[in-house]
């Protein structure tokens, strides 16, 4: 499902000419504190959680697109995701993006990694393969460096007993290289991959899990600390969680024949991402701001790190790590500005010396002689309060207030008083508190969207339906019901056509373990073995109350925004049983005038899962736009219609077989609604057009 906005109620939008903000210097005024201006602006405008954002419905969809591939044979492994970097570790939403890729960091099933001298696990999580290498880390000749040499072989047993261990002999070495994966482009460790249902990019990075906290960050849970950060629930959580190496060498060992191929480094993401999500809100602000800033000034790498090092990312959280843990709590509460200025001088003193200490490995240097830092170490030390500050204010506040009504925008044409700095960054305040319901109907509508071509157009496994439950109730517990109802769907269009198997059994209890009564009511039947059509129509009635519980959940969100009619689903199996007065009841001219008038339109994709709760016509017009464009459905162009264009639809079909007269009012209704969805909306003009058709005869 997707949504439109349609070409009604629209606000106004900034010009050309109001986009582009003139530089003009803030008055000099003693009253005026400019960085306690910028610090009110961040506090009042970056969400904090629960953070319902797009980035995280697709970083839920790409994991458990990963999770859902099956391996060719049982004896090939499989990859197990994580979703890390910043769409794991921010919990706070700034106006302006955050979130620049997707990564996520995969290890194999059939590998697993231990500390020098450690014995082998005598079990293994649920996750991992029957079979698994043991492979012990070496330390190599640079700190934070590995080999991973193959130390012995684990088969779990049937019986649920101890794993039986084969030891390797000891004579014979072998080193696991970093291996190639022909399917994907590499930028260093991470693998590139492109998603078409996925608006940003993605860096997939294949790695080996380690289930223990390794000898080469030993000191970090007990190193004297004055501050008390990290706390000790907070160490331990790190320290259980582990480690990873992943396959890149160091920058100056990978054009070596042999340890180029071997050299791994190990990996604190997820130690990483315990630690930020820790921070307090401030923290986390002061983040973001010092990686937009050394981003917008071009002070990072590229994307190709092959090249000579560069400041990068990792720079800025390593010393966002140390200074949480070193600066006193009081320290926080200056005001932000005056945080940052110190922090970026801080990294200059680093890229002067060449030092940059690895937050969690003993004297581990992420500067080296090859990095090219010296214009970025003088140009960070010349930044002082009031060229930051001014810097903020134009080139970050500046852009936000561009997100806003044109009004918004010129105010920012003349800042140089005090009183008109705050009048300007006031009404970006205002208009980030009126958007907050549209950005997440954004969400709400990818939600819709990703989830029926997920479970549609790939593989639903029962592991990745664990993965989508856990993520979405992680995102929105709400989302978890609608996908529940999508699987009751696909299920019901999977039996229909290759009839019932163990797989979907094995899915219906995955999606049902938290509905107890609805779980062994479709389970107890499918054991009576019900024939096709009434284990269909079981199926489906299920996932209409599921979708309409989620409808209901959803809507008395919106209303600010935009109708959301909650009984489309229920209208449309009352139309499929031929209940067609209860259909129309359903409906209501009250609903679809709401839906008429509406800015913002949520839509039902024409996938096989819900098609087959509609009519002949429908379908048969689905399948003219997938002759015409067979792409259309893996870019979702073509292949959805909006509530209203259904209600329309459905209110129209049942008054023709109820034999009602067609009211002058359904005309007019359908003329208005051509009228405000965009032409390119092949699949609803086609549905209006039809409706029309239909209709047209009566008068």
Wanted: net charge negative; proline share 4%; aromatic share 8%.
């Amino acid at each position: 499902m997707g949504f439109t906005q349609r070409n009604i109620h629209t606000t106004g939008t900034a010009s050309a000419a109001d986009n582009e903000i003139p530089v003009v210097s803030i008055m000099a005024d003693e009253d005026c504190d400019v960085g306690k201006i910028v610090t009110k602006f961040f506090l009042e405008t970056c969400r904090l959680t629960p953070c319902r954002r797009e980035c995280d419905v697709e970083a839920a969809a790409l994991c458990a697109d990963i999770a859902g591939r099956h391996p060719d044979t049982d004896e090939e492994a499989e990859v197990i995701p994580l979703i890390t970097g910043s769409v794991a570790e921010f919990y706070i939403e700034p106006m302006l993006p955050l979130v620049g890729d997707i990564d996520l960091m995969c290890h194999w099933s059939n590998m697993l990694a231990i500390p020098r001298g450690h014995p082998p696990p005598t079990e293994l999580p649920a996750e991992f393969h029957n079979n698994v290498k043991i492979f012990e880390i070496i330390d190599s000749h640079l700190p934070g460096y590995v080999y991973l040499q193959l130390r012995c072989l684990l088969t779990q047993r049937i019986d649920g007993g101890k794993c039986n261990c084969i030891e390797v002999n000891d004579n014979e070495e072998y080193y696991l290289s970093t291996w190639a994966d022909d399917e994907v482009v590499v930028h260093g460790p991470a693998a590139f991959a492109e998603r078409s249902h996925v608006s940003l990019s993605v860096d997939n990075v294949l790695c080996v899990r380690c289930l223990s906290w390794p000898l080469q960050a030993a000191d970090w849970p007990t190193r004297h600390r004055n501050y008390g950060w990290p706390d000790s629930a907070t160490l331990d959580r790190v320290v259980s969680n582990g480690c990873d190496a992943v396959r890149v060498a160091n920058r100056q060992c990978r054009h070596h024949e042999l340890v180029g191929k071997t050299q791994w480094r190990l990996s604190f993401s997820r130690a990483e991402i315990v630690l930020i999500n820790s921070w307090t809100p401030v923290q986390q602000i002061v983040y973001h701001m010092l990686r937009f800033y050394v981003k917008t000034e071009r002070l990072t790498e590229s994307a190709d790190n092959s090249a000579a090092g560069t400041l990068s990312n990792y720079h800025i959280k390593t010393l966002m790590l140390w200074a949480c843990e070193l600066k006193a709590k009081s320290w926080w509460d200056l005001n932000l500005v005056r945080i940052c200025v110190e922090l970026l001088n801080t990294l200059s003193v680093w890229l002067t010396n060449t030092r940059c200490p690895h937050y969690f490995v003993n004297n581990c240097n992420l500067l080296d002689n090859s990095f090219s830092v010296r214009s970025v170490a003088s140009k960070l030390a010349s930044v002082d309060q009031d060229h930051l500050s001014t810097w903020i204010i134009y080139k970050y506040i500046g852009k936000c207030a561009q997100l806003c009504p044109g009004y918004v925008t010129r105010l920012f044409r003349d800042v140089s008083s005090c009183e008109k700095l705050k009048n300007a960054i006031s009404a970006v305040v205002r208009c980030r508190s009126d958007t907050l319901l549209t950005g997440w109907f954004r969400v709400l509508s990818l939600a819709e969207q990703v989830i029926p071509i997920q479970v549609s157009l790939y593989s639903l496994t029962v592991r990745s339906c664990v993965y989508w439950m856990n993520e979405l109730t992680r995102i929105d517990k709400r989302f978890s019901v609608y996908f529940s109802g999508v699987v009751l769907l696909h299920v019901a269009h999977k039996i229909s056509r290759n009839g019932f198997s163990d797989n979907l059994k094995d899915i219906l209890s995955t999606v049902l373990q938290h509905n107890f009564n609805q779980r062994s009511i479709v389970l107890s039947r499918c054991k009576t073995q019900l024939n096709t059509p009434e284990l269909v129509e079981l199926l489906q009635k299920s996932a209409v109350e599921h979708l309409t519980t989620y409808r209901q959940l959803v809507a008395p969100d919106f209303g600010s925004v935009s109708a959301i009619v909650t009984t489309d689903f229920e209208a449309l199996y009352a139309y499929k049983r031929g209940d067609y007065q209860h259909c129309l009841q359903l409906l209501s001219s009250q609903n679809v005038h709401a839906l008429l008038y509406a800015g913002y339109a949520l839509s039902v994709l024409t996938f096989p899962e819900f098609t087959q709760l509609m009519d002949d016509d429908i379908v048969s017009l689905t399948a003219l736009t997938m002759i015409v464009n067979p792409e259309c459905r893996k870019e979702t162009r073509g292949c959805f219609i909006s509530q209203l264009t259904l209600l329309l639809y459905l209110m129209a079909q049942c008054q023709l077989k109820l034999h009602n007269s067609v009211t002058s009012q359904t005309v007019e209704y359908v003329r208005v609604a051509q009228i405000n969805h965009p032409p390119e909306h092949a699949l609803i003009q086609l549905t209006l057009k039809l409706i029309q058709r239909k209709i047209s005869p009566k008068f």
